[in-house]
């Protein structure tokens, strides 16, 4: 699974420490940062196929804004949100603005995996639809392809 890539936002170090470490121990591609501000700034270099949000977090950017950022920038990632406050209105707030799911912390990690799968599959079905119309759009205009504007002679 070294094509699947993990960004893990959560301010809880130890969990964040452990949640990673198990992820690159099963060949997951992992990452891990203690703020919104932090995982806004690496998704400008790199692209993620889930992100794994912490919903509460101290300082500037709580999880819901960053969730509302985060689906700006890159609309196919998939982001799980996780609370450890129960807080379920916030929760269904996030998938409303498009989170894929939310987990209660503690969260036991054969469920986090599950749930990970789960987004990832449905990211990957997203990026296939999007790859077979552009194919067909192809296959209409073929033209299109290899046409070149005069301009950029």
């Not at 997951?28 to 998704?43: C, P, Y």
């Not at 985060?70 to 916030?90: D, N, Q």
């Not at 998938?95 to 969260?107: E, T």
């Not at 999007?130 to 392809?145: S, T």
């Amino acid at each position: 699974m070294d094509y699947f890539s993990i960004l893990v936002v959560d301010d809880e170090v130890d969990f964040l420490d452990t949640i990673t470490k198990r992820l690159q121990k099963r060949n997951i591609n992992t990452s891990g940062v203690t703020s919104a501000e932090e995982a806004l700034k690496l998704m400008d270099k790199r692209l993620f196929d889930v992100v794994v949000l912490d919903i509460k977090m101290p300082g500037g950017m709580d999880g819901i804004e960053a969730l509302r950022e985060m689906k700006r920038k890159a609309p196919l990632t998939e982001v799980i949100l996780l609370t450890g406050h129960a807080s379920v209105e916030t929760s269904i707030e996030g998938m409303k603005l498009g989170a894929f799911d939310y987990l209660l912390k503690p969260v036991k990690f054969e469920d986090f995996m599950v749930k990970l799968g789960e987004a990832f599959e449905k990211k990957d079905q997203h990026e296939q639809k999007i790859r077979k119309a552009k194919i067909q759009e192809l296959i209409r205009h073929p033209g299109r392809v290899f046409h070149q504007d005069k301009d950029q002679e």
